[in-house]
């Protein structure tokens, strides 16, 4: 059940050492060969589906576990409560406003399924001024993380004539009359090499009613073009911030210029020397959370006037648990905390005394949280494995919180419940993994398990709702998260113990969770399932090609893959800090080509049934990864299990994917782990 892929003669030398890639001819997608490819696998991908007598129950169970209003975390912008709200199975979340959260009577601010035809247009930038009379929003199409930023006069309900383009991870800061914004952006595409679309990022301000032509230039830094800049303006609109970032490094720069001054950018923190955040400033006191000096982060106030290193104020120290955030509200510091991957929200005066404690259920994350400095109440969404995202308000000066959007609960919780434990790895590391199942499972070895990862970037897996994860766990299935090492759980040092020649740590952590839930009875081999995706798919590709033995079915979502070459494409060089770069680094090249999946597949291995997934207009992580792995495990395995590629049509990364495209893919994702493990609906 393969197709035959045409192999190319191309070698490649890497330090000394050549490299084949036979499949490069695969990196085309304008190719027309590449395209019937990209046609002939999804066909052989159906073909295996519609053999799946219960296939069309799946889809019916998804659509009806996905039918439930969403509602993202209010915000007050003058006179108005905004918010996005999706009715149920609505492509897009549409984005209204209403004076009285307790009312049925909603305005629509933006609906972006009225923006295209396919669904596919999402709002990815909201940003008000002061007065709440004006909107700049960001949109982009097909998944793309390019986007365009429009104004939308919210007097009229009409959009201002002013057109932003050019724009990918932008920021946008108003200033206090609300005439105009500063934003940051890259050249246009079509006057640079494909190589150069992510340098040379600059700050611009934009005046209202003029053309983008006009707008002028504030910061660039022409020596450093791997830099980014996201403007942001201080809550009293006299100090413009820059957040300067390189790539996805656990690091920043802080620049600041003052705006009545008019005077130069200060390099506050120009070193590079770790992470800095922006919270809130009290004239000349500006609030961040850093990680330097601090591995689990803390709060520091710095006196522009003074501010040398010896002269920071450590508000609030870094203590045992991760400090994941901080925002000024209600002239407080209210702080997220990671207590073991799950939060914990507390309240400390900016002095740095506590004062309370939201009181919020266990096993939670917070989805969103909003109030400003001058606003005596918060909203707080948060989520579990369990149950969908609840909203609440919380009075400061009462201590309470109210629930807000109450609709009727669709999910049972009574039945099901989440429970945490910690492993060994392989080098006698303890592992937190959270477990969701149905009261009452029996060890017996027989249990179908769905083992989900990520381990990397400093990204931490905090519980989250899925409705194809309570399909699963309804159908009797076990769903496991394992907090893997390269992720920001436990802080800095956790994230290092996974990146670069220590990345093998993370796959090492994947299988011996695998191994546990075989080992404690909860499933055997040819029932658990593996899933990952962005770089949870390189894990699940570093997994089935170095412990093809421990899994019965993989899911290896818009994976990154070829570990040699992933640097070359769109958004790949912000990844080199977490990677390595084995083109330029003999030292990165001699422990990247021990794990990169495109280059560890091996002829006569049983590799278990694997479907690998991508989007065909993907910019972050291009489809071509995907594409060249199942070829080459097309090509090597002569086994009975199938191996399958699925690409979507017009559809990035994730973002913006309109609910009809999700529920197609999660239908053939477990349509697909139903079928090879033998599960019955």
């Known amino acids: 059940m393969v197709l035959f892929t045409r192999k190319d003669d191309v070698i490649e030398n890497f330090h000394g050492t050549d490299i084949q890639d036979p499949y490069r001819w695969l990196e085309n997608p304008e190719d027309a060969e590449v395209q019937q490819w990209v046609d002939n696998q999804n066909k052989l991908t159906q073909d295996f589906l519609s053999t799946f007598p219960d296939r069309e129950k799946v889809k019916s169970k998804l659509t009806e576990m996905w039918n439930y209003p969403k509602y993202t975390v209010p915000r007050k912008e003058g006179d108005y409560y905004y918010f996005h709200k999706n009715d149920g199975l609505q492509n897009q979340a549409v984005f209204y406003r209403t004076k009285d959260l307790q009312s049925d009577e909603l305005e629509v601010v933006l609906d972006p399924n009225t923006m295209n035809e396919e669904g596919t247009a999402a709002i990815t930038n909201l940003s008000f001024t002061s007065d709440g009379k004006k909107l700049a929003y960001g949109i982009s199409f097909n998944g793309s993380d390019w986007q365009d930023i429009k104004i939308r006069n919210l007097e009229t309900g009409k959009d201002e004539v002013d057109l932003i383009r050019f724009c990918k991870f932008s920021s946008i800061a108003w200033n206090k009359e609300g005439t105009g914004f500063y934003y940051n952006r ?21 005046e209202v009613g003029t053309s983008q032509d006009e707008d002028m230039l504030v910061y660039e830094d022409v020596h450093n073009k791997e830099f980014s800049f996201n403007p942001i303006m201080s809550d009293d609109y006299r100090y413009l911030i820059l957040n300067v970032w390189k790539g996805t490094e656990n690091k920043s720069r802080i620049y600041f210029k003052d705006l009545v001054e008019d005077g130069e950018f200060v390099h506050l923190f120009g070193k590079g020397d770790g992470e800095y955040s922006f919270i809130g400033n009290e004239g000349r006191t500006f609030y961040f959370v850093t990680n330097v000096d601090a591995p689990r982060e803390k709060i520091i106030a710095v006196d522009l006037d003074n501010p040398s290193k010896e002269n920071w104020m450590d508000i609030i120290p870094e203590k045992e648990d991760v400090l994941a955030f901080g925002k000024m509200i209600n002239h407080q510091l209210v702080v997220g905390y990671l207590h073991n991957a799950h939060y914990e929200l ?22 969103g949280l909003t109030g400003k400095k001058d606003e005596e109440w918060m909203f707080i969404g948060y989520t579990s494995y369990l149950a969908p ?8 000066a009462q201590g309470g919180l109210t629930e807000v959007f109450q609709d009727e609960n669709k999910f049972d919780t009574e039945r099901f419940e989440t429970s945490q434990i910690f492993y060994e790895s392989k080098d006698g590391t303890k592992i937190p993994m959270f477990l969701t199942y149905k009261k009452g499972l029996v060890k017996n070895n027989e249990n179908p398990v769905l083992l989900y990862g990520y381990g990397g970037f400093n990204v931490s897996l905090t519980p989250s709702f899925s409705p194809a994860v309570r399909m699963w766990i309804e159908q009797g299935g076990v769903y496991a998260v394992a907090n893997l090492r ?5 802080g800095e040092e956790w994230y290092k113990a996974g990146k670069l020649e220590r990345k093998q740590n993370v796959f090492d952590d994947f299988a011996a969770a695998g191994e546990w839930l075989i080992s404690e009875g909860y499933t055997k081999k040819e029932k658990l399932a593996i899933m990952g995706g962005s770089n949870g798919g390189l894990l699940v590709g570093a997994s089935i090609t170095q412990r093809p033995d421990l899994f019965g079915a993989a899911i290896c979502q818009v994976p990154v893959i070829d570990m040699l070459r992933y640097h070359k494409f769109t958004v790949g060089r912000y990844w080199v800090t977490d990677y390595g770069n084995a083109e330029t680094n003999a030292d990165d090249f001699a422990f990247m080509i021990n794990y990169s999946p495109l280059h560890n597949v091996k002829e006569d291995v049983d590799y278990p049934p694997t479907l690998i997934t991508t989007a065909d207009t993907d910019d972050r992580v291009v489809p071509a990864h995907a594409m060249k792995f199942a070829a080459t495990l097309q090509a090597a395995y002569s086994g009975k299990h199938p191996i399958l590629l699925r690409v979507e049509k017009n559809a990035g990364h994730g973002l913006g994917k309109p609910t009809v495209k999700i529920i197609e893919e999660q239908t053939d994702v477990f349509s697909f782990l139903f079928k090879t493990l033998g599960v019955q609906i």
């Open 389 to 396: 995202s609840s909203i609440a308000s919380y009075d400061f």
């Open 486 to 490: 390269g992720g920001g759980e436990f």
């Open 186 to 206: 890259f050249p246009d595409p079509s006057t640079v090499s494909a190589e150069e679309q992510s340098y040379y990022n600059k700050v611009y301000w934009h």
């Open 346 to 367: 507390k309240i400390f005066s900016l002095d740095g005394e506590s004062e309370r404690d939201v009181q919020l259920p266990g096993y939670i994350s917070l989805t």
